[in-house]
């Protein structure tokens, strides 16, 4: 485990180095991609564990694992020595011509982390392709052109993906362009009586569903994440996959960010003990190296032909042997460490200290599971403000839900309880300190 790394300030955040790279960032890149105004962004010049330091030289305590991605911590040393000796030896193949041993040993290794049965992968680069692999999957499986999805669920931005958006901003302004709009469910909230609240949910999930004979696949987040940091409520998970088995409807869970440990059990999935028909993966699946997976049960994967020279779904990088001597690496990190019990060890013990930020009145509620959690407050323009400072006093954090006003922390798994601790102690005193009402950042990914 990494050693305890608090804040250190050299500087005003954003420095005077930050401050010099902005012009060309603002001249040369779409001025979509990256927010900036006088408080944001930092550059980062490097990172380790659970800390980031910034080209001027002020490290931070990360609460966002870069986007959930790095669960055994920044610049993992097994891992980037993983990368190091397969790029002497091989950087890149042909993947679905020419494969390499390595992309076998890590279709093998998927096929005994992942819930029992789910056994055949398809590889890709990110979540998005992972998503898009598995409603194509679905439709061959199934016959069927359509979908269910959730409200606040977010898989990722490509225009397969936009089918089944669940937060509106980002499907609108490509609405035009996209056929066949998935039936949009409603996302359950876990509540103090768990078991009603599954019964009630299911029931309005059963309601939604019936009558309808085109549906290939249901789309969940088993831990909303994106979209607020919801948790369902206990049996939900459970109850879903029964309703999807008695009306003949896939089910596809995108853990690409609750997988590898992040929620106190390697894939999300197995809190309830549920087995999905197709499983997606990614952000941490190589801590840092862009690789992602589809894995399926063996036969709704079968539904796409055998090969003949000309996949029907492919890319370059596929396979690439980097990215799975990396995955390989990073999932045995993840088993040496026992990260996945780490997560729920810290969550418990992260649990009332998060509780307690409801004594400021300005938050609205906590919930998570393992090290993903969400802190709620009034609106988005308090969350941003809360980052800002936060970012500012040595912490980094995001804000997360459709209106932006909830704080996401979902750090490194190898974080510290006292690198922890301190950074929630130092979000507690921007969120006490931090007047409210105005702006927003949203957090990114794939």
Known sequence: ????????????VPGARTNALMPALRRYESHNVTYVDRDTPVFWESAQGATVTDVDGNRYIDLTAAFGVANTGHSNARVASAIHDQAR???????DVHPTEVKVKLLETLATIAPPGLTKTFLASSGSEA????????MLA?????FAAFGGAYHGLSFGTLEIAGIEKFRAPFAGALRNRALQLAYPRATAALDEGAAAALDQTRSALRGRDDLAAVVVEPLLGRGGCIVPPKGYLAGLRALCDEMRILLIFDEIYTGFGRTGTMFAAQHEGVVPDILCAGKAMANGFPISATIAKPQIMDAWPVSR????HTSTYLGNPMGCAAALANIAEIQRLDLPARASRLGLALASRLDALR???HVTGVRGRGLMWGVELRDGASAERVVKAALKAGVIVLQAG??????SITPPLVITQRQLFRAIEILADCIEATPFDRLRITEGGD
């Open 142 to 146: 199934t016959g069927k052109p359509s």
């Open 309 to 312: 020279g000309e996949a029907l």
């Open 402 to 407: 459709p209106d932006g006003n909830v704080l």
């Open 1 to 12: 485990m990494n050693d305890d790394a608090f804040e250190h300030l050299r500087t005003t």
């Open 89 to 95: 030896r091989l950087m890149h193949a042909m993947g």
């Open 131 to 138: 998503v898009e692999a598995a409603l194509k999957t679905a």
């Open 359 to 361: 004594a400021s009145g």
